[in-house]
């Protein structure tokens, strides 16, 4: 075979022939090597699930345990406050604020675990339970308690209290967070400005509308001025469970047990209430719709009390009828139950000389005797009239020093007829039919 010219004349036929072995195939692995393959990543991704696991593991066994460990110290302080124990709470509790921890300390030893939601309620004798907890920071926790009061009927309602922990030998209980409220906030409305911190802004949303409307109704009746308006100033200081709690009843009305009413007249008429993150905010709707009449009454007697004082002149805060007038119109806004316009029963009749009563002015809310006996007097009297003849009424206190006269004024009757009827109602009272 001749060479090839060129190497353009190279074909096929030219190809020198294979006088060499062809190349050796790789060789296939063996199932010893594909086994020992796969058990070298499942190794890998179980290591690496192993570390992922742990990674996600730790936060939630940190959380379990942090958990586990409040409800210790909470189950803890829940016995010693049953136990009246002052020494034990001491030890459960952050020495360093020694002004928070005695007033805990005080608020303990005369039976109460937490503030009270409202002075319609008092404590039930049972331990709290803890609804939820937040971990503020690291070392810092946020525990929401759930405790359950009664009422003097025996209806029972639940409120959660925040209470705060830190963490340094062991979780111990501490002051509220100085941050915990937020930057205070205002909401106007036609007959009231709201001074309020954000936790409680869910609450004021329902709250504001509802004093609105019955606010409108009392105003129709005792013809407010088109300008009045009243503020509400929520406060984060509790009411101090055992300051001012007067014996009451349960045919008592919520006035009675709600007094004294914080509240001022200058520079401008404000009303003084409890912030409800600061003295228990209700658990359910039915909680908060006791607090929400709750604060109506109050707000109903601010009102009654600008008006006479400041629209009216005279200050009529010590006089027991007034109160019963107040009363009646919160019994008719449905701030109060229908029963309070019932005459009340022989066995809890007050002895009271009821003319002379129309005389005198003290502190009437420390005497609530003097109170039931104005108001089942004025409950005969007015058993059969108008709420727009007790609107009449509540704008003419008289001068004269004789519920006969004012009776004469506001009904528009004859001093003889109101000098009998008032007769009537005397003797009713007297004998508690």
Not at 145 to 172: E, M
Request: hydrophobic fraction near 45%; proline fraction near 8%; charged fraction near 20%.
């Amino acid at each position: 075979m001749s060479a090839p010219r060129d190497l353009l004349d190279w074909t096929l036929t030219d190809a020198p022939e294979a006088t060499s072995a062809p190349l050796p195939r790789r060789a296939r692995g063996s199932p010893f090597s594909h086994f020992y393959a796969w058990r070298l990543w499942i190794g890998l991704g179980l290591t690496f699930g192993l570390i992922a696991l742990s990674l996600w593991l730790s936060p939630v066994l940190n959380h379990a345990l942090t958990q586990l460990a409040l409800q210790q110290v909470v189950a803890a302080e829940e016995a010693a406050l049953q136990a009246r124990d002052g020494r034990a709470l001491a030890e459960l509790a952050d020495p360093n604020d020694s002004t928070w921890l005695q007033a805990q300390l005080r608020q303990a030893l005369n039976g109460f675990a937490s503030p009270l939601p409202t002075r319609l309620l008092r404590p039930l004798p049972e331990a709290g339970t803890i609804q939820s907890f937040t971990l503020v920071t690291a070392d810092v926790a946020r525990v929401e308690v759930k405790r359950i009061f009664i009422t003097a009927s025996g209806d029972h309602y639940a409120f959660l209290f925040p209470q705060f922990y830190r963490y340094s030998d062991q979780w111990r209980r501490i002051a509220p967070l100085n941050d915990e409220w937020g930057a205070p906030q205002e909401q106007h409305g036609p007959r009231f400005i709201l001074h309020y911190y954000p936790g409680d802004s869910e609450f004021i949303a329902a709250l504001a509308p509802y004093l609105e409307a019955k606010a409108a109704r009392a105003c129709a009746v005792w013809r407010c001025p088109n300008q009045f308006q009243l503020t509400l100033n929520f406060l984060t200081m509790p009411l101090r469970p055992d300051r001012d709690l007067g014996e009451w009843q349960a045919s008592d009305p919520a006035l009675f047990a709600l007094m004294p009413i914080q509240l001022t007249r200058y520079p401008e008429p404000m009303l003084y209430l409890q912030a409800p993150q600061a003295g228990g905010y209700p658990a359910d709707e039915a909680s908060a719709e006791l607090l929400r009449r709750a604060i109506g009454v109050q707000v109903l007697f601010a009102i009654a009390d600008e008006l006479s004082f400041h629209v009216g002149g005279i200050n009529q805060t010590g006089n027991a009828f007034f109160y019963a007038l107040v009363t009646r119109r919160a019994a008719q806004l449905e701030l109060d139950s229908p029963a309070v316009l019932a005459p009340f029963p022989a066995d809890a009749r007050p002895l009271v000389n009821l003319t002379r009563l129309w005389q005198t002015r003290f502190a009437v809310w420390r005497r609530p005797e003097e109170m039931r006996a104005a108001l089942a007097a004025l409950n005969h009297l007015l058993r059969e009239q108008d709420p727009t003849t007790e609107g009449a009424l509540f704008q003419t206190w008289p001068t004269e020093p004789n519920p006969e006269a004012w009776l004469a004024n506001g009904l528009g009757i004859s001093i003889e007829e109101a000098q009998a009827q008032w007769a009537e109602a005397v003797e009713r009272v007297k004998s508690g039919e």
